[in-house]
């Protein structure tokens, strides 16, 4: 950089101007030595009006005292210090390009701090860069956004939308080590529809989806806030109780097994009527595994099922 | 250890290994203006060492630490490589009033905290390398490579792309804080023949 001829010297300067990066620099005071155009277009601040000025007086929206200190390292270490849009969104709260699409409110910008030496080395100002990341930032948040719903639907029953199989297996097993380690109650119930087979094989299997969703929704309305429904598989619900004993669980799934009963499911213009057996089980330590608990409830179901259906069977 | 090609000679080791001690004391001057408190250093280390052992260099060096948060900051110009900053899980939140930051930290302001100390650490000591070695180093941004994590899960050796590397390694901690950390500069291969000429020109200027 040090032969540069007067023609490449206007080169730089106009680059250094008109480039789509904002460049600025500060001296040991502080005080601005350079401005460029991006600077003045996005911060509505005319060079003139900064040069030779306070950066910190002329701005006092910046996070005065860790800019300081960085600013200040990069004099005392000579080394280069940046700031990155993921942990600090922006230094200066500039307007973003995207007035029209953009679901953000400022300008994303990365910075960083170069310093600037003389010929013995020493640093005398601070260069600052600031891109803007904006579009990057925007990305980031909807593969994010994107990520977030793929794993709410992963953990879905693509028909009612309640949990299925493999996430409610996860929670119980969790809610299982919880009891486990601290103690408390846990229960289990497993809700089978009866005579499923022949609602699908009389009115159809469009019928028997309807059946399915209208038994989800009134589960689910029949749980409390801190219950776990989930479709275990075909006919068959399982509903986790956290801190609840037998006792509780016996008083709860008789209401499901009532509220199930006095419904009729419509299907093109047929009432269909429903009824439902439910297994329950208590968590006991010496289950150790979840398999144990859930091995007790379908257990109880089985028996709900030998004695009459649309009843409630207690297993151990 | 046979490093062939790409193995210094035992006067380039001394020679870095002078520079490199050097570098360190004014690194450990100008970090203690920075950070307004008195820093502790070790002797540097310096070391040849093989991919497959990475993991048991690591262990070696952060000691019984169960977990380890990881900084990585790559420098290039007249050589190039990656500068990589070791934190034990805590220890680092009582740096925050002297870097300018306000408590209580959020999870985010607390990983540009952690940032901002390992840049200062790898800008300080590699800075003072290249200074003697009248070279000009520019450096990216520093991102976090691995956080919470055991040491034996920061690399895995199947999937380097090098084979050997010069390892310089240089402990860190301040007086009256907790603070510890452990600076690792790494150079691989190549970038060792590139250290070896910017070393043989130091050796003949003396």
């Keep these: ?316 | 250890m046979t490093m062939n090609n790409a193995n210094l000679s035992i006067e380039q080791i001394d020679a870095l290994q002078e520079i490199v001690n050097i570098a360190m004391g004014q690194a450990g001057d100008s970090l203690a203006r920075v950070l307004d408190s008195f820093v502790r250093l070790s002797v540097p280390r310096i070391r040849l060492i093989n991919a497959p052992q990475i993991s048991q260099y690591i262990a070696e060096i952060v000691g019984d630490a169960e977990q380890i948060t990881a900084m990585r900051q790559s420098f290039y110009n007249n050589f190039c490589g990656e500068a990589l900053t070791l934190f034990s899980s805590e220890g680092c939140r009582d740096l925050a009033p002297l870097m300018g930051y306000q408590q209580p930290l959020d999870a985010e302001t607390e990983k540009e905290l952690l940032f901002d100390i390992s840049n200062i650490l790898v800008g300080a000591c590699l800075n003072g390398i290249a200074e003697q070695l009248g070279a000009d180093l520019n450096f990216s941004a520093p991102s976090i490579m691995a956080a919470n994590v055991a040491s034996s899960q920061l690399f895995s050796p199947d999937t380097l792309p090098w084979a050997y590397a010069l390892q310089v390694e240089v402990n860190f901690s301040l007086e009256d804080h907790k603070f510890k950390s452990h600076l690792i500069i790494m150079l691989a291969e190549d970038a060792i023949i590139a250290l070896g000429d910017s070393l043989n020109s130091f050796i003949e200027a003396i």
């Design chain 1, 1 to 316: 950089m040090n032969d540069l001829s007067p023609a490449s010297t206007s080169l730089l300067d106009f680059l250094i101007d008109r480039i789509n990066i904002g460049i600025f620099a500060v001296n040991r005071n502080m005080e601005c030595t350079l401005w460029n155009c991006f600077m003045e277009s996005h911060s509505g601040v005319a060079a003139a009006s900064v040069l030779g000025k306070n950066l910190f007086q002329c701005f006092d929206e910046l996070p005065h005292n860790i800019l300081y200190h960085k600013i200040n390292s990069v004099f005392i270490l000579k080394n280069f210090a940046f700031t990155s849009w993921e942990q600090r969104p922006y230094l200066f709260k500039f307007r973003h390009h995207r007035p029209v699409t953009g679901p953000v409110e400022h300008m994303y910008q990365d910075c960083t701090f170069i310093p600037l030496k003389d010929e013995a080395g020493e640093v005398q100002q601070v260069c600052v860069t600031l891109v803007d990341v904006t579009d990057t930032a925007v990305y980031q948040k909807m593969m994010k956004e994107a990520m977030a719903s793929l794993a709410e639907a992963s953990n879905r029953d693509g028909l009612t939308g309640i949990y299925n199989r493999r996430f409610i297996e996860e929670i119980l097993n969790k809610e299982c080590q919880r009891v486990q380690r601290y103690g408390g109650t846990l229960s289990l119930a497993f809700i089978d529809l009866d005579h499923f087979k022949k609602i699908n094989d009389t009115h159809g299997h469009l019928a028997g989806d309807n059946v399915l969703r209208a038994s989800s929704t009134l589960l689910s309305e029949s749980l409390r806030q801190s219950d776990f429904l989930g479709r275990y598989g075909g006919e068959e619900f399982v509903a986790i109780l956290p801190a609840t004993h037998i006792e509780g669980a016996h008083i709860l799934a008789e209401r499901l097994c009532r509220h199930m009963a006095g419904i009729t499911v419509q299907y093109n213009d047929i009432d269909i009527p429903v009824t439902a057996s439910i297994g329950i089980a208590e968590w006991q330590p010496t289950m150790v595994r979840y398999e144990n608990l859930i091995k007790a409830a379908d257990h109880a179901l089985y028996q709900a099922k030998a004695e009459g259906r649309n009843c409630v069977r207690r297993g151990t």
